[in-house]
């Protein structure tokens, strides 16, 4: 499901008129599909009070096709206009033709009518149909005022319905940048596909719920976006094969350097992780002194002890040991729970920039990224396709970024270090988003704050590293790593909700989940 900006999704709509698909018929196709939704989200249409607020753009004539269907299927609808529709409006035409009581703001510029219909308990749900993505300036006027107003009744009667159509108004499309005044959406009914500033905050907790409405636009009109949502059907498309034949090599042997005296569950996790996805064989490279330990609750995992500088610390000599065992291995998992020490910095450095040997693959997280921060130039230094998964605090540092600078546009963020660094990204966090060397962007629909929890970067890591050791791309890997992680903590949240959720609760969830998709 391609992500679109606003530019694409102009361009796109040009493309259809030269297909034999102009606006007035994707303005039919609109409002017919978001007065489905709309049914679906109230139920019983024929019992519902519906006040559709209708700008004077296209968003307002989608909003006047919905509003139509909902009155022909027996729900009571009421239009709030602002600002004049344009006189020759077929849509107008035929709303009026119905007798649905249409209402214009500019005869009753103190807006004390729409008050009176906001004050009627019996208002069950508002649309609003103002701008969509027609609007970034700021919102002015009696569009804020009333805005405003809808929020004020919302807070006050939270069981009012809030429907925006494509968007809620106020929200940047392309950013996720929301005007004070944008209102607190329970469901986005977004038109044809999905825009940016959906996944990106604060525009994602205005949108609320969001179903993306197919409007009847040909797919391949947007086959040359390179931003993607990622689906079931896509996960579900590049699930590593199960054949009755296998055995262990066949799912691919993942090497994972972690953990340190203060961190030892980061290894248990990282390797879990690997394991619960279907690598075949997971080797833990551990201090030696923690081994025993890791041994006790680790049962499956392979062991490589390594040399120590202190107690629980990887020696710098340790890297020799690693490089020495590089081929026998699909993928190296480097970073979880390493720390911080010199002794570690020194052994991380060695053993991603002074070995003539490497695995296929190399998926690096936490302290690793640390180091490599620390290290000017270091993706000259690792000249080939790597993963690397921070969250906005690692990334901050690897970029020189603030945090804020990052969260406030982190496709565009991600999209461009991959390709500086010809590295695959995973910026961490919710709407997760994967970035490719070559351009390509994927992101998560899952925004689950049970998931903001220590560990669940660990079993995420692993599982990117498992599904790569078993052949898929590195892009490939991350991505659907990113999504059966996402999926796992929403069928955790299920069970326990989205407060106590914690890493190890993931792990049993992970084979479900790949069981779901391959049944679906």
């Known amino acids: 499901m391609k992500i679109v900006t606003t530019n694409q999704m102009r361009q ?16 039919e196709n609109a409002g017919k599909v978001v007065a489905e939704e709309v049914r679906q989200i109230l139920g019983a249409i024929d019992q519902q009070h519906i006040l559709v607020l209708i700008g004077p753009g296209n968003n307002g004539g989608d909003g006047l096709v919905a509003a139509r269907h909902l009155h022909d299927w027996g729900a009571k609808v009421t239009l ?26 500019a005869q009753n510029g103190n807006l004390g009518s729409f008050e009176e219909l906001l004050s009627q308990t019996t208002t069950s749900a508002i649309i609003d149909a ?8 700021p919102l002015r006027g009696i569009f804020r005022e009333a805005l405003e107003k809808v929020n004020g009744v919302k807070k006050k009667r939270p069981s009012l319905r809030i429907i925006a159509l494509d968007l809620p108004s106020g929200l940047n499309a392309d950013t996720g940048a929301v005007d004070p005044a944008c209102l607190y959406a329970d469901n986005t009914i977004t038109l044809g596909f999905p825009k940016p500033g959906l996944f990106n905050f604060p525009g994602a907790e205005r949108a609320g719920k969001i179903i993306i409405a197919d409007i009847g636009i040909p797919s391949s009109l ?18 590593p094969k199960r054949p009755l034949e296998a055995n262990k090599g066949s799912f691919g042997r993942v090497l994972v350097v972690a953990g340190s005296i203060n961190y030892i569950g980061a290894a248990y996790l990282a390797c879990s992780g690997a394991m619960r996805v279907g690598s075949g064989l997971v080797t833990l490279a551990t201090a030696t002194s923690l081994q025993p330990i890791l041994a006790s609750k680790l049962t499956e995992a392979t062991y490589l002890p390594l040399p120590e500088s202190h107690p629980g610390i990887i020696s710098p000599q340790a890297a020799e040991l690693i490089h020495q065992q590089l081929d026998h291995y ?20 060695s053993t991603l920039f002074e070995s003539k040997l490497a695995p296929s693959s190399l998926a690096l997280d936490a302290d690793a990224l640390n180091t490599l921060a620390e290290t000017p130039n270091w993706w000259q230094q690792l000249p080939d ?47 997760t988003v994967i970035a490719a060397p070559d351009g390509q962007v994927r992101v998560s629909p899952i925004a ?3 998931l903001a929890s220590a560990g669940t970067g660990d079993v995420l890591t692993g599982a990117i590293a498992g599904l790569a050791a078993q ?23 299920v069970k326990l909700g989205d407060a106590g959720m914690i890493a190890t609760d993931l792990l049993p969830a992970l084979p479900p989940v790949i069981k779901q998709l391959k049944e679906n």
Request: glycine share 10%.
């Open 12 to 27: 796109i709509e040009q493309e259809c008129a030269k297909v034999g698909l102009p606006t007035s018929v994707l303005m």
């Open 80 to 105: 709030y206009f602002f600002g004049q529709r344009p006189p020759d409006d077929q849509n107008l035409k035929l709303v009026r033709e119905r007798g649905i009581t249409c209402i214009e703001a």
């Open 130 to 137: 103002l701008f969509g993505t027609g609007k970034s300036r």
């Open 222 to 239: 947007a086959e040359r976006v390179t931003t993607e949502l990622i689906t079931d059907e896509w996960a579900k498309s590049v699930l």
């Open 330 to 349: 699909d993928v190296l998992l480097l970073g979880c729970g390493l720390g911080q020490s010199q002794s570690v910095i020194k052994f991380i450095k």
């Open 385 to 431: 396709d790597a993963i690397l998964t921070p969250h906005p605090g690692e990334m901050a540092r690897l970029t020189g970024l603030s945090v804020d600078e990052i969260q406030s546009d982190r496709i565009d963020t991600a999209k461009k270090v991959a390709l500086e660094w010809h590295k695959t990204v995973v910026l961490k966090g919710a709407y």
């Open 448 to 450: 689950n704050p049970g």
């Open 471 to 493: 052949g898929l791309s590195l892009f490939d890997a991350a991505a659907c790593g990113v999504y059966l992680h996402g999926k796992a903590g929403e069928m955790v949240k």
